[in-house]
């Protein structure tokens, strides 16, 4: 498989001010030291507690936020060495679905402007009447019709404005698309439909995803493999079924004893972690999750586990591994 996205050690730290002079008095760890690839064609999900840092690794990978250090390399280019031009033209490979249909959309825009607009801007078709074809075009690919683009992001439900945010991510033709919570804010049943449609549209263009998500179900559905996060950093990452038959990473059996499984009959075991979340301004030194681990050992609270894997494709940052 070609490798699309690559990145390297990837850190967001968030300054905390302080004081009259808001003097900084720490930095708040939201991303320290992510590392992934993304192959072509391929679904990464990204799974773990909100606030572990999913989002803002998104928005880094785009340039939304500005990293503090590491890389992200998009076939090979470095993003973060990129001239002005050439990150504009970035927007075009790499777009976003956000988490809220009701606040990503502009209200004071048509549908038709809010597809068309991205093409004007980036020149991708010569004559208004390129533009109006493929805003159609795109309007019936995600279940709307042509007559709706006339009205405003108001007139939808959220599942419409949902698939609305999908149409306007597919307008330039990208070849990597982040889903930040694509589906969390809808009702089950619509979040079954975009779903399918997201899949549907990967087959059709051959589209590759990374989903961001805390819905482990969704993730299992959507995913080829998964990376598993903690407290700003990736803890374990495999493929979805060795993800979901056999986790190495104490945190991810704790977060796949909490999914509920419909058979009553079932017996389960389940793993209550203890304490809370640390705070990720003082993160905990060795081992970010040796405070709450039910398997912790001497070693954990000293030193930081490496990411090694344990079998063809399974990585597991963990010193019971070591």
Avoid at 178 to 197: F, T, Y
Avoid at 234 to 252: G, L, W
């Amino acid at each position: 498989m070609d490798t699309l996205l690559k990145v390297e050690d990837l850190k967001v730290h968030f300054p905390v001010k302080k004081g009259l002079f808001s003097k900084t008095a720490g930095y708040v760890h939201a991303v320290d030291g992510v590392s992934l690839t993304l192959e072509k064609g391929e679904t990464l999900g990204i799974v773990g507690e909100s606030g572990c840092g999913k989002t803002t690794t998104g928005m880094a990978i785009l340039r939304l936020e500005e990293p503090t250090g590491g890389r992200v390399l998009f076939q090979g280019q470095d993003v973060g060495q990129m001239t002005r031009t050439e990150r504009l033209a970035l927007r075009q490979e790499m777009q976003i679905i956000f988490q809220d249909p009701y606040s990503s959309l502009n209200p004071r825009m048509t549908l038709d402007r809010i597809l068309g607009d991205p093409m004007r801007i980036h020149g991708l078709y010569d004559t208004p009447q390129e533009i109006r074809d493929r805003v159609d075009y795109l309007l019936e690919k995600v279940g709307l019709t042509p007559e709706q683009g006339v009205r405003y992001p108001h007139e939808f439900s959220g599942g419409q404005r949902q698939r609305i945010g999908i149409a306007r991510a597919l307008a330039l033709n990208p070849q990597v698309i982040i889903g930040d919570e694509p589906v969390s804010a809808l009702d089950v049943s619509i979040q079954a439909q975009i779903i399918n449609l997201l899949l549907d549209l990967q087959d059709e263009f051959g589209l590759s995803y990374i989903i961001i998500s805390h819905d482990l179900a969704v993730v299992e559905y959507l995913c080829d493999r998964i990376a598993v996060m903690y407290l700003g950093k990736i803890v374990e990452t495999a493929p979805y079924r060795a993800i979901y038959t056999d986790p190495r990473h104490p945190y991810t059996q704790a977060l796949l004893s909490a999914v509920p499984v419909p058979d009553p009959d079932v017996a389960r075991t389940r793993t209550i972690l203890g304490g809370d979340v640390p705070s990720p301004i003082h993160p905990p030194s060795g081992c970010r999750f040796h405070p709450r681990c039910p398997s912790r050992m001497e070693i954990c609270d000293q030193a930081e586990p490496e990411m090694r894997e344990t079998e063809d494709g399974h990585w597991v940052a963990c010193h019971l591994y070591g």
